[in-house]
């Protein structure tokens, strides 16, 4: 069968570039194909456009989403209606986080408009969780609950052969006016067993840099606790990962197909194995690869030693995730990390002179003015490279956002379309006022942009000397190397 797999649009909108590729769409795509699908994958994020957006102007940004959103005439809309066009596919699937909900939707209206036969699968973290209520959209016609590699291919065999449903683990569907959830489905036990992601069934995969392509991930899942995190609605707590060589022969295959020298890795704590990490930057050693890398991992886990292979074996980017600088907020989300701990942490990766990039939160249930203050307080003290702000968001299948709905703050019928670590309608941080809450933001990210704004005046007049390529101001995805080299040398 022909099978669109498609990522909507959210940042595009804003004028963000969104780097990198939807890794795990590819994931899907690779798997479906050998089951002798035609599979194409379109990627309504990508675009050339590179916009430096300061954290203060946000807010007028997430305006220019909805209002994209809800404009029929908007020019993403006629490029998705020429892709299904152009490709007719039989089957759409639709990666659907929380944030991209409404954008999803549009697009399975789209696609029923084109051709009402087509089927509308919706997959990832918000349909997982609210399978009842999504299915209750007159476009969406499958639901695929956790991982999907194995349930789409299951599913578009089965509407190939018009078979049965009911045996399809990982499913939820409408049939004859009824919504059924079959059992969930078991997650995939040995990852080295999955190919590697299809970065070449990308629409317009020329238009795509080198380093788009280094997107990757070892592992799948995170055994913390933080109350906020969605990961566990597809990955759960038990850790799955790859093995090195399995890892390596990607990153092989990568660099040459694309070129690739710097590559990114999402898992969500990279090196909570350090045995594994150890193993795997060895080998990045000793095989001579000669890429760059970057990672997310938490604070607490690195230490001299490691940091020291890390930078060896080409870690050249360090992400943590410090959220808040208070104690007592830290607890309440079950971070598992006291400030204590942030302040050591940073200390090492200082000493090491790696160059590290901190999240940080405003929001949480519970916090005060007090709290907020705390947070920029540490900010100022342990000095990240690069500072990234978010509006704290109760993704549905949280903790945190069972306990608001418990407390009448959230329901399943909310806007998701203002539902969003980037957009300036959340408010759930009832010990502050709203209107000092919005006070704090600005004051918050105008600290940020302050913090900030060095680097990216560096980093600019190095990228008009043709030292560095950058992708993505937020997250850092540019040739560090080349960055902190020119910056040695104070041109």
Not at 92 to 103: D, L, Q, R
Not at 163 to 192: C, M
């Amino acid at each position: 069968m022909k099978i669109l797999l498609v990522e909507p649009p959210f940042e595009r909108f804003q004028g963000i570039k969104r780097a990198f590729f939807p890794l795990g769409l590819a994931y899907v795509a690779a798997y479906i194909e050998t089951q002798g699908h035609t599979v194409e994958i379109y990627d309504a994020e990508h675009t050339q456009e590179t916009n430096i957006i300061p954290y203060a102007e946000a807010a007028n940004c997430y305006q220019k989403y909805l209002e994209g959103l809800n404009n029929k005439q908007h020019p993403l809309w006629q490029e998705a209606k020429e892709v299904l066009r152009a490709f007719r596919p039989q089957i759409i699937g639709i990666s659907c986080p929380t944030v991209k909900y409404e954008p999803a939707l549009k697009i399975a209206g789209l696609a029923k408009q084109i051709d009402p036969g087509i089927k509308v699968v919706l997959g990832g973290c918000h349909p997982t969780v609210l399978a009842e209520s999504v299915l209750t959209n007159q476009a969406v016609d499958f639901i695929i609950r956790g991982e999907g590699e194995l349930t789409l291919a299951q599913l578009a065999n089965s509407l190939q052969e018009t078979g049965p449903f009911k045996d399809i683990e990982g499913l939820s569907y409408k049939l004859d006016g009824q919504i059924y959830h079959n059992p969930a489905r078991q997650l995939v036990p040995d990852l080295n067993q999955l190919p590697y992601p299809a970065r070449k069934l990308l629409h317009d995969a020329g238009g795509y840099d080198a380093e788009d392509m280094g997107l990757m991930m070892g592992s799948r899942g995170c055994p913390f606790q933080c109350t906020y995190c969605a990961s566990k609605n597809m990955w759960g707590r038990k850790v799955r990962y790859r093995s090195v060589p399995n890892i390596i022969g990607e990153i092989r295959q990568v660099k040459a197909q694309f070129g690739t020298t710097q590559f990114s890795f999402e898992d969500d704590s990279f090196t909570a194995n350090a045995k594994l990490i150890a193993e795997f930057c060895q080998q990045l050693i000793s095989q001579q690869l000669r890429i760059s890398w970057s990672a997310i991992t938490r604070i607490n886990l690195l230490n001299d030693e490691q940091i020291s292979l890390m930078k060896r074996a080409g870690c050249n980017h360090i992400r943590v995730g410090i959220e808040s600088g208070s104690d007592k907020v830290l607890k309440a989300t079950k971070k598992g990390l006291t400030v204590a701990q942030m302040r050591a942490g940073a200390k090492v990766l200082h000493r090491h002179g790696v160059y590290w990039s901190a999240y940080f939160m405003l929001g949480l249930p519970g916090e005060t003015e007090e709290d907020v203050l705390a947070t920029i307080k540490l900010m100022r003290e342990i000095k990240p490279d690069y500072c990234t702000l978010s509006i704290f968001t109760p993704y549905p299948g949280t903790e945190i956002f069972d306990e608001l709905r418990q407390a009448g703050m959230v329901a399943e019928d909310m806007d998701w379309s203002r539902f969003s670590h980037a957009s300036p309608h959340n408010y759930f941080a009832p010990r502050i006022p709203r209107q000092r809450f919005e006070e704090l933001l600005d004051i918050f990210a105008r600290e940020v942009d302050n913090h900030n704004g060095n680097f990216l005046r560096l980093l600019k007049r190095a990228k008009s000397k043709g030292l560095v390529y950058l992708q993505q101001p937020t997250e850092l995805v540019g040739d560090i190397k080349k960055y902190l080299s020119w910056r040695k040398g104070g041109s």
